[in-house]
């Protein structure tokens, strides 16, 4: 049985568990391990539909095509290659991902899913199947696409040893946990882990398969939607005892789960998974501890969110510059459109506070900037078109400071494009518009369009917080503000129909918690 909160599901209910570990590897022999990954993070409040053509423009990497550096849900791909050192066979197949955005179409996923067991069929018989998932793709038709594809792995290959990888802005659902013998999510929120926990599920599957181990899952749902940033108090020493757990008292892995608000599925909500060695017990112990120990965070330990005036007057008044501000409910990475003008009109406002933000998603001002030509002035009409979250569009004279055919920044082992790129100039604002949608991973995204970040006093950026990494060694501090969306930042507020209740902060009664 595996442990769900505080309920016991029986597994003839979500699929047999399979039963590889009672064979095992002989010691020495090689293995064939299948690796793919298909992902995206779904909005299903986004505008922004997307098809096969999303994922195919984005990235998209036929078997054998994936280059050595991984991207944030394909690492498995780059890990499972140093297990040919061992003399063991890698068959690799499709990998691919599309930004953040609104319902993938169903021919879209079907398509994809049918293409990568396709090709795992080709491969078997294997003794390990890695997937490199997001684990919030949600299709036409389909609430739980990772779930989906790994039922249909299961069918295919019921002895392997079956592993995924999962961001941690997942919907964790049984049957993710029931076809995998190993799921195991990222647990650095900014997600700077994602080739080390690749590297853990690796190192995991191949025990497993070898008999070595028996990894027993337990899941404890804390039943409230209540994630934590990793680069604060308490989240950061939290995660780092984390670490420490594992490998003591017969764990092997521990997942914080911290869900995906801005999803209308059945599982949205923070659960903690935790592997153990044979000890059912166990595992369901520490996972419902550690997962009461997150409900006990107290509210004022949240992260404090500014409103752009206020954030801006703090930038203003703090004796060192740059002041990084997050614009974390415009952000691209949720799988909004990223051309928010609440932040921008605020900073237009104080003509008196060097700043630059960015970056904006626009083709059409990238493309008329382009045409244009660094160094020219024209009367620009640019953002605020996706929604009408997004404000009102910004009619502006500008001076376009530089053009760019491919803005390419690090994100850390990856490299992320954000398309062809203009960097515009109105009287002390510097703005940096892109024609791919995607976070604003890296100071690079500047400073390769000519913008003097040391100058500026203020500088706003279009991420959640996978831009902490990267900005915090330059800022003299970081803020993050309440745009207002488009991105619903409120979970009590948002009109799901789907989820499972209760669920805090929803439902009275219910244990309610701010973002750490």
Not at 238 to 253: H, K, M, P, Q, V
Not at 351 to 359: E, L, Q, R
């Amino acid at each position: 049985m595996i442990l769900f909160g505080s309920m016991l599901l029986q597994l003839d209910r979500i699929g047999n568990l399979p039963q590889n570990f009672r064979r095992g590897k002989e010691a020495g022999s090689t293995m064939r391990v299948f690796v793919a990954s298909l992902a995206t993070e779904t909005n299903t409040f986004a505008p922004l539909p997307t098809d096969r053509a999303a994922f195919e423009r984005a990235m998209y990497f036929p078997p054998g095509t994936h280059p050595a550096t991984p991207t944030l849900c394909s690492a498995p791909m780059v890990a499972a290659r140093r297990l040919r050192q061992d003399g063991h066979e890698v068959i690799e197949g499709t990998a691919t991902w599309a930004e953040p955005a609104g319902l993938v179409g169903r021919g879209a996923y079907e398509s994809l899913r049918d293409e990568i067991l396709a090709q795992l069929q080709v491969a078997l018989p294997v003794d390990i199947a890695l997937f490199g998932l997001h684990g919030c793709m949600v299709a036409d038709g389909y609430d739980d696409c990772e779930g989906d594809l790994l039922a249909g792995a299961r069918a295919l290959a019921p002895d392997a040893v079956i592993g995924a990888e999962l961001d941690l802005h997942a919907h964790l659902t049984p049957a993710m946990v029931a076809r995998a013998d190993v799921v195991v999510a990222f647990k650095e929120f900014p997600h700077t882990d994602f080739l080390a926990r690749a590297h853990d599920l690796v190192n995991l599957c191949v025990a497993a398969a070898a008999g070595r181990i028996r990894p027993v899952p337990a899941v404890f749902d804390l039943r409230s939607i209540a994630g934590y940033m990793t680069s604060r108090e308490p989240g950061r020493a939290f995660t780092d005892r984390l670490f420490g757990l594992e490998g003591a008292s017969g764990i092997l892995s521990i997942s914080i789960i911290h869900g995906f608000q801005a999803a209308d599925v059945r599982d949205v909500g923070t659960k903690v998974l935790v592997y153990a060695d044979g000890d059912a017990a166990g595992a369901a112990a520490l996972a419902e501890r550690l997962g009461r120990e997150i409900l006990g965070w107290s509210p004022e330990q949240g992260t404090p969110h500014h409103k752009p005036d206020a954030a801006i007057e703090a930038a203003v008044t703090h004796s060192g510059q740059p002041v990084v501000l997050a614009d974390r409910w415009d952000n691209p990475g949720g799988g909004v459109a990223g051309d928010g003008t609440v932040l921008l009109r605020a900073l237009l406002a104080r003509p008196d506070v060097p700043a630059a933000i960015g970056v904006m998603w626009d083709p059409i001002a990238v493309q008329l900037c382009t045409a244009a030509g660094a160094g020219a002035r024209l009367s620009l009409r640019f953002c605020g078109k996706a929604t009408p979250q997004s404000g009102e569009p910004v009619d502006a004279e500008v001076v376009v400071r530089s053009v760019c055919a491919d803005l390419v920044i690090p994100f850390e082992q990856s490299w992320v494009s954000l398309g062809a790129a203009a960097c515009i100039t109105i009287g002390t604002l510097d703005v940096v518009l892109g024609t791919t949608r995607a976070q604003t991973f890296s100071p690079e995204a500047f400073t390769r369009m000519g913008v003097d970040l040391a100058a500026k006093k203020a500088v706003a950026v279009k991420s959640s917080n996978h831009f902490y990494a990267a900005f915090a060694p330059i800022a003299a501090e970081v803020l993050y503000v309440d745009s207002g969306g488009p991105y619903p930042p409120d979970p009590s507020r948002i009109p799901y129909t789907r989820i499972r209740r209760p669920i805090a902060p929803l439902d009275p009664g219910m244990h309610a918690r701010m973002e750490a």
